[in-house]
Every structure is written in structure tokens, then in C-alpha cells.
């Protein structure tokens, strides 16, 4: 007979309350139990000391005898200090899914594009103020021009 320390939900409808109780495996969650060993209320706040009561005695002679407790059950007994719990690490669930990596990707090529048109843009940009510059120098040849139009005029007085 294989136990489990987990929890038997009580309570009505949208107001839970859990049992800690230590049952059978076969045995439907809310059914028939061995012993109960404490109570969880998760209306309660995190902070108030009500939330989780636990008979510490029970609960670790049930652990020597080979009771396997539950992931939630564990967390309680690992905050009263009678068992260890490993934290869990999945890195793979806080990826993103496969749609939300495309979108980031074609953000991150929409953005590159647009960097790359800014770049040309401002290549342009300087390319163009380098050409008026170099049409400047040549404006001056014109001005040798100017001295006929002063001619033209002398001749008309």
C-alpha cells in the first residue's frame, strides 16, 4: 500500500479549502483517507500564519513510514522544515511559443530594415552635401561673365 501526503479539497463552491490528509494512492482525491494532518485555507493572505496548520508530529511520522508527499504538500513541509525541496527549473516554459518567436523575428527584421534605410538615408544625406560643395567651385567661373554684363551696360549709357 503506497501512501501520499496530499491535499482533499472541502469547501463550497468558489471558497476552497483543502484537508492535508495522508491516503492511499488508489483512493479518489476527496475520498476515503487514512489520517488528517492539517488544513489549508488559500482565501487566507500569504502572510497570516492561519493560511496552512499543520500537526508537525504526524506529518513527519508519516514521512518515515514512506509517505510520498504532494508538490504542494512539499512546499508546506519545506516551510515547516521537515522535508528539502528542490526548486524547480524548466527553462523551456518561459520561452515563448512558436507564433510569439515568429512576430519577435519579424520585428526584429522590420527594425533592422529600417535601421539599414536610416543608414542609406543618412549615407545620401552626406553623399548630397558633398556634391553642392563641389558645385560651389565652379559657380565662381560664371562670375568672369560679370565683366561683360558691365560692358553691355557701359556700351548702352
Known amino acids: 500500500m503506497t501512501l501520499k501526503l496530499r491535499l482533499a479539497r472541502a469547501g463550497s463552491k468558489k471558497r476552497p479549502y483543502y484537508h ?4 492511499d494512492v488508489r483512493s479518489p482525491r476527496d475520498g476515503r483517507y487514512i489520517e488528517r494532518v ?7 493572505p500569504k502572510e497570516g ?7 508537525v508530529e504526524r506529518a513527519k511520522h508519516w514521512l518515515e513510514v514512506g509517505a510520498q508527499p504532494t508538490d504542494r504538500v512539499a512546499r508546506f513541509l519545506d516551510a ?8 524547480r527549473n524548466n ?13 519577435i523575428e519579424e520585428k ?11 543608414e542609406e538615408a543618412a549615407a ?4 548630397a552635401a558633398e556634391a553642392p560643395a563641389e558645385e560651389e567651385a565652379p559657380a565662381e567661373a560664371p562670375a568672369d561673365e560679370a565683366p561683360a554684363a558691365d ?3 557701359a556700351k548702352a549709357e
Open 80 to 87: 515547516e522544515g521537515l522535508l528539502k525541496r528542490e526548486a
Open 151 to 153: 560692358e553691355e551696360e
Open 49 to 55: 500564519g492561519e493560511r496552512v496548520k499543520l500537526d
Open 91 to 103: 527553462p523551456e516554459k518561459a520561452k515563448p511559443g512558436k507564433k510569439a518567436q515568429e512576430r
Open 124 to 127: 545620401a544625406a552626406k553623399a
Open 20 to 23: 492535508v490528509v495522508v491516503a
Open 38 to 44: 492539517g488544513s489549508y485555507n488559500p482565501m487566507l
Open 108 to 118: 526584429a527584421a522590420a527594425e533592422q530594415a529600417k535601421k539599414d534605410a536610416e
